[in-house]
């Protein structure tokens, strides 16, 4: 059995230095630390009042634990969507007075979801407002999962996977997660804790924080690797700690301290770094809260016929071909 090494870390900067760092780009040389083995890492804090010590814990991190069959099969079945670019993430690329900028004029990153949201894009208000449609529930399916059925189908086991690694290292926010996932019904990806995958393709972000997850969850993230490349490491600019994460890795995080990506440095023309990020929303949770099977059964129905989806009620079986 591989061992596990402990750490402990203590803010290298106060929440106000943080503030003034934050949707900045990370260098390397304000990374002095990267972690490439398992290691659980915690953060201790003195009470300024009483001198006490606290610890709390700031990631998991666990080597070559995702199966080969199931990372290869999401690939397979995630890449060409995922190599769509869009300007959705303006919180982590760069961007500074988003009020500013014309929503067409915002760098396109390719980073893409796939699950259940809960927010309405523009043209898909637009086509409420022409139709004269009114949604009872604030919540949707993803139009990766919604047309095409097979290739999610594909992708699920790998996040059912996470989903286990999840429960056994992180129990106590999992059992909560798993509670409230529980609640959604239908609209999470099946038998997890998840509602949604973000998918990031050769993306470094800048300084951010997660937003719109489960406040009580933790954060799960994989990487998928093709090809050759440096740096991408996922660090904590507040310690200057970083992890190298790589194929059939996974994070277990606190995504609400500031994170970011180190500079990518390809070195073979087909180099891919794909990270999986794998959590419920809040506000999939807050706008099911009340509601009966049969109203969420109902509203998936009305919204999957609107949206022009098709009318299938469960996830397939992958039947992806082996060589």
Request: hydrophobic share 30%; charged share 25%; aromatic share 10%.
């Amino acid at each position: 059995m591989t061992k596990v090494r402990e750490y402990t870390v203590q803010p290298l900067y106060s929440d106000e230095k943080m503030k003034k760092k934050i949707n900045t780009f990370l260098k390397r040389s304000h990374i002095p630390q990267i972690i490439h083995h398992d290691a659980d890492v915690y953060i201790e804090t003195i009470d300024p009042q009483t001198n006490e010590k606290s610890r709390s814990l700031l990631l998991k991190f666990r080597k070559n634990v995702l199966s080969k069959e199931k990372c290869d099969a999401f690939y397979e079945n995630i890449i060409q969507f995922a190599n769509q670019a869009s300007n959705n993430r303006t919180n982590s690329n760069g961007v500074k007075d988003r009020g500013n900028w014309h929503y067409s004029e915002l760098p396109k990153v390719k980073t893409n979801i796939f699950g259940y949201f809960d927010e309405f894009g523009p043209q898909i208000k637009k086509k409420f407002k022409d139709r004269h449609f009114h949604p009872s529930i604030a919540v949707r399916p993803c139009s990766f999962n919604a047309k095409n059925p097979e290739k999610y189908a594909c992708c699920v086991p790998l996040v059912q996977e996470i989903d286990a690694l999840y429960e056994k290292h992180i129990p106590g926010p999992y059992e909560k997660q798993i509670k409230a996932a529980n609640q959604i019904g239908e609209f999470r990806i099946p038998q997890t804790a998840f509602t949604t995958v973000t998918t990031n393709l050769n993306y470094q972000t800048t300084i951010h924080r997660d937003q719109g997850d489960f406040e009580e969850g933790f954060g799960n993230l994989a990487v998928l690797q093709r090809g050759e490349y440096d740096g991408g490491e996922t660090c904590f600019p507040r310690f200057g700690l970083g992890v190298d994460v790589r194929q059939g890795d996974v994070l277990f995080m606190n995504v609400h301290e500031p994170h970011a990506n180190l500079p990518l440095v390809m070195k073979s023309p087909d180099a891919v770094r794909l990270s999986i990020v794998c959590y419920l929303r809040g506000n999939i949770l807050k706008n099911m809260h009340g509601k009966t099977a049969k109203q969420k059964r109902t509203w998936n129905q009305k919204i999957r016929k609107f949206m022009g989806y098709p009318m299938h009620g469960k996830t397939l079986k992958c039947s992806r071909r082996k060589d």
